[in-house]
C-alpha cells in the first residue's frame, strides 16, 4: 500500500451505532488495481456482538404490527430507490443470518434484508469483503430511515472468518446466502449440527437455445448482452449458446460482429459498455479458462488474445478483459460445464429438440436458460423439460419481483418471491389451549 495516502476506512454497523474492528482488508478499485479503502476483518467477537443487539431488538420489533414496520421500509426505499416496498406487509420470527456476494451488492443485500425484517426479524448481514462500501453506504440511511437499533447489523469481513462465525452461531437459525456453489456447500455443512434453515441461491451456467425460426434480429442483441452484461458477472448470464446448425455460421457471424463493436473502459466513462472485472483473482481465473479452452482445440473467434484492449493510462492496471467467444469446444470441456462467471460465451450448433435438450440439461447447474423460437408449442416443449429455475422465451431478465425465483441441483435450494420469503422467513406455530374452569 502507497504510504500517505489516506483511505475510506469502514466500520461495522451494530446495534444501530458505527463500531471500529481491530483489524481491516484491503479493498482495490477494480478499475485501477490500486487500494481504496479498507474493511473491517470481523470474527467471532463482532459476529456475537451483532447477535446480541439482533436479540435485543428482537421483541421490540417482532411485536410492531406489520404496518408500522412497512413505514420504515418505505422510509428506506425512497431513501435509496429501491424496490424494499414489495415486502413491506407481513409477520414474525427470529434472528436471521445473511450471507451476499460481490456482483450486485445493493440489489442482492437489500433482496435478502427486506423480506426478513419486513416478517419481524431482526438480521446480521455480512456482505461481500470485495464490495462492502455500498452496505456501509446504506447503513447511514437505516438510521436516518428511524430503524430501532439492532433491528438490522452489518458485519464486514472475510467469508472463512466472519461469514463462517455467523453460519455457525447458534442463536442465528436462519441463514439466507447467495454465492458460490462450493461456499453453499460448506454452508449446509457448517449449520447442519444446529439444524438451521436454509435459503441457497447458487451457481449457474445458463444456456441459451436458438431454433432455426428465432427472430435473429431481436436475438442477437438480446445473447450479446445475456453474454456480457456486467462483464458477464450476473449469475443469470448466458455462458453457453446453442445454436441450430442451418443459422449457425449466419448466427456467429452476426454475433461477433456485434461484440467487437462492444467498447470496454473505465465505468466512469458513459460511452463504456463492460468495466472491469471484479478482482485480480478472478480476471486471472477467467483467463486460465481461456487458456484451458484452446490448449483443449477450442477456437477463439474474438476477445481475449486475439484482440488488443484499449484503456486510458490510469486504468492500465485495471482487471479488464475483451468480451470472448469461443466455439469448437466440446461439451466435457472445463469451460462448459463449469461457471466462469466473466465475459465469456461458448457457442456451438445442434441438430435436433431432443438432443438440445439433453445436452443444455447436462451440467450441474440449474438455474436460468432462454429459448429462442417463433413456434410456440415448441417453447412450451423445451422450457418444462428444461432443468432449470428460470427460463425465458425470446428475451432475458425480465423479472416480476412476486415470481419465484430459484435455481434447481447445484443452483440452489429454496426459492425467493414474495411468498417464498413469506415461507422461509416466518414460522407457522400449532397452540393448543384448553379452556378449564377456574
Ligand atoms: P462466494 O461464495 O465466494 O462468496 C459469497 C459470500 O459468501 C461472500 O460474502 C463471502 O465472504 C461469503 N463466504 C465465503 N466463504 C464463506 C464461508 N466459508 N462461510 C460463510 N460465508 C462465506 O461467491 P462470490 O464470488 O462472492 O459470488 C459469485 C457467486 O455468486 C457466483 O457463483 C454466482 O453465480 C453466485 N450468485 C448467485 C446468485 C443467485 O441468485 N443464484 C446471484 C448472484 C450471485
Known sequence: MESGKT???LENYIGGQFVPCSSYLDSYDPSTGEVYCKVPDSGQEEIDAAVKAAQNAFPGWSSKSP???AKLLSKLADLI?????????????DQAGLISPWN???????WKIAPAIAYGNTVIAKPSEITSVTAWMMCKLLSKAGFPPGV????????PKAGDA????PEVSLISFTGSTLTGQRIIERSAPYCKKLSLELGGKNPAIIFDDANLDECVPVSVRSSFANQGEICLCTSRIFVQRNIYHEFLRKFVEAVKKWKVGCPTDPTVDMGPLISKEHLAKVKNYIKRAKEEGAEILCGEGINGLDLPTRNQHGYFLLPTVITTIADDSSCMQDEIFGPVTCITAFDTEEEVIRRANGVKYGLAAVVWSRNVGRVHRVAKRLRSGL?????????????????MKASGIGREGA????????EIKTITIKHTEM
Open 81 to 93: 430507490e429501491d424496490d424494499l416496498e414489495l415486502f413491506a406487509q407481513a409477520e414474525s420470527k
Open 419 to 426: 411468498k417464498d420469503s413469506y415461507e422461509f422467513f416466518t
Open 391 to 407: 427460463v425465458w422465451t425470446n428475451c432475458w431478465l425480465i423479472r416480476d419481483l412476486n415470481l419465484p425465483f430459484g435455481g
Open 152 to 159: 438490522v447489523n452489518i458485519v464486514f469481513g472475510s467469508g
Open 166 to 169: 455467523l453460519v455457525s452461531h
Open 67 to 69: 404496518q408500522e414496520r
Open 104 to 110: 450486485l451488492p445493493l440489489y442482492l443485500l437489500t
Open 7 to 9: 483511505y475510506l476506512v
